[in-house]
Structures are given as structure tokens and as C-alpha cells.
């Protein structure tokens, strides 16, 4: 009988072995690591048995009321009497033809866990960037109250929990999936990873680098405040030309990070300025700020302007 304490109270993961009990938690533990989760189990009973595999089929059969998911060995029930159908089990291997029948009396007379309810997915925003991405949030039923796992992809994150749930299924160690809780799109993933990262470290999983414990309130806002704000500009084009493919507006505030490379400085009055197009097109355009010409050729990576002689 074993026990992870970031698990909900009252699930236990049970079965045989033929090792010593130690052996198999120390492998179970291995496994757990292997993609990683929150946690490790420890050893709370043992008992020894005559035939491991028939007295955990007959302790199973005993327990069955009480395992919420039938391909996995946890069970949801109060820890003294986990413990005691452990010992009526080694009693009945041993020969006491009525030991499971006074388990079952025992165990009416305790109220049992309820298994926690479904929740649904999260909506996921579109991404409005080639280089923007997502932070996203997600929680294991199974897990206890306000434990998270926070990440980021940039791909869709349905696919990242997709991954993530295949993995689970190979290991006894776990048990349910992710459900999507809370997700933002954001211009510059790099840069609001490495902000929401640091307001997060304090509810941070000692000895973990994707589990927070706090209320998903907590945890939503700071990963909210992280987004910088969005880019005022002047109404678009309406102080600005446009001539052929290349458009240029006047920013006012701080140039986002997603498009900070294609806004420059104009080289006669220092207004800065944004200017957008498909890539390699090149124009001649107005300075929305003091009127100069300037000549502009939009990259794949930031945009070259140059005053018009």
C-alpha cells in the first residue's frame, strides 16, 4: 500500500510483489520520474501472503466499490481501512474463510471518498504572431486541491496535452490526465515566459520545474500581468502613406516585442515608427511625424530604412 502526498486524500496505489515492498516503491518511483510528475509514493502497509497474484486478485474483487479507474491499481478509501483490508486479506490467504466478510461490515460503516468531478477545457485564443505561442495551465483530477502544472508551447496546446496524456498511459505510477484550465496567446513568448517564470517561482513545487501550488486565481492573474499591455498607435495610416507594399505608422508607447525589429527611428525628427509589409517589399514613404521621405525595404527579420536624398 502506497501513498504520493500531491495525490487527493484518500487514493492509494495498491498491488503485489514478489521483491521486497521497499523494492517495488523504489521502482515505482523510478517509473514516476521517467516523465515528470509531482512527487514520489512511500511505503504506508505491507503484509506478507502465501500467493502474491491470488491475494491481490481477491483484494481487488474486496476493494472494488472503491477504485475509480479500472485499469489503474488506486483506490479511494480512508487509511485505516485500507489498511485493515490488507491484513482481512492476508487473513483470508491464510485461511480465515470470514475474514473479508468482516471486512465489509467495517467498511459500511465508514463514509468513502467521493471521486472529484470533471471539468471541461479551456478555451485556447488564436495566435495573432509568427512568434507567439502559448502559456497554459492544466490539472490533474487526481492530483490535490490547487496543484497545476504550468507550461508553454508554440504549438497548439491540445497537441502538447495529447503528448502528455500518451505518456501517462504507459506507467502504472499514474493515474487520469491534464484537463486544460487556463490558457492566454501571447506576441513574445520568450519574454513573457521569462516574467510569468519569475512571478510564479514563490508558489513553485519545491524540487519541480512545471508544479505551482496556489489557487488557479493566484496563478491566472500573474501569468495576466505578465502580458504587456497592447501597443497604442497613431490611427493607422492616417498621418502615413503608403506607397506600393510598405505602410508606416507612428507608434506611441513601446513597440511590442513581437514587432519591435521592423520599428525604427526616422533619421531627420526620431519619431518611431512601424512599418509593415510583405517581406523583401520595398517603397518610398512619409514620415507621419515631420513629412520626410524615407525609403524602406521590409525584411524577414526587421525592416531597413534610410532618409530620401
Not at 204 to 220: N, Y
Not at 233 to 247: Q, S
Not at 253 to 260: E, F, L, M, N, Q
Request: one cysteine or more; proline letters at 6%; a neutral charge.
Amino acid at each position: 500500500m502506497a501513498r504520493n502526498p500531491f495525490h487527493l486524500d484518500g487514493l492509494f496505489k495498491l498491488g503485489y510483489t514478489t521483491r521486497s515492498p521497499q523494492e517495488r516503491i523504489d521502482s515505482l518511483n523510478l517509473e514516476h520520474r521517467e516523465v515528470p510528475d509531482v512527487g514520489e509514493f512511500h511505503l504506508v502497509h505491507s503484509v506478507q501472503v502465501p500467493a502474491a497474484y491470488d491475494a491481490e486478485r481477491a483484494l481487488f474483487d474486496l476493494l472494488a466499490p472503491n477504485r475509480p479507474v479500472q485499469k489503474r491499481e488506486f483506490f479511494l478509501l480512508r487509511e485505516p481501512l485500507l489498511k485493515r483490508a490488507l491484513d482481512a486479506t492476508q487473513a483470508f490467504t491464510n485461511g480465515d474463510a470470514e475474514a473479508l466478510d468482516d471486512f465489509v461490515l467495517h467498511r459500511d460503516q465508514g463514509a468513502a471518498f467521493a471521486s472529484p468531478a470533471l471539468v471541461e477545457h479551456a478555451a485556447i485564443p488564436p495566435l495573432r504572431s509568427p512568434g507567439g505561442g502559448w502559456i497554459y495551465v492544466t490539472r490533474c483530477q487526481w492530483h490535490r486541491k490547487d496543484l497545476f502544472r504550468i507550461s508553454y508551447t508554440r504549438t497548439d496546446p491540445r497537441l502538447a496535452l495529447s503528448a502528455l496524456d500518451a505518456r501517462q498511459k504507459r506507467f502504472t505510477s499514474r493515474i487520469g490526465f491534464h484537463t486544460l484550465v487556463h490558457c492566454v496567446c501571447v506576441d513574445d513568448l520568450g519574454a513573457v515566459w521569462g516574467t510569468a517564470a519569475a512571478s510564479l517561482d514563490r508558489w513553485r513545487v519545491l524540487g519541480s520545474k512545471v508544479f505551482f501550488e496556489a489557487p488557479l486565481g493566484d496563478l491566472s492573474e500573474a501569468i495576466n500581468r505578465s502580458i504587456p499591455a497592447a501597443v497604442e498607435l497613431a490611427v493607422p495610416l492616417k498621418h502615413g502613406r503608403n506607397f506600393g507594399d510598405v505602410t508606416v505608422e507612428l507608434v506611441l508607447g513601446k513597440a511590442s516585442g513581437s514587432w519591435a525589429a521592423w520599428a525604427r527611428p526616422c533619421p531627420s525628427c526620431g519619431s518611431v515608427l512601424r512599418f509593415t509589409g510583405t517581406v523583401g517589399a520595398q517603397g518610398l514613404v512619409e514620415c507621419p511625424g515631420c513629412g520626410c521621405e524615407l525609403e524602406c525595404t521590409v525584411g524577414a527579420s526587421k525592416a531597413v530604412v534610410s532618409a530620401q536624398k
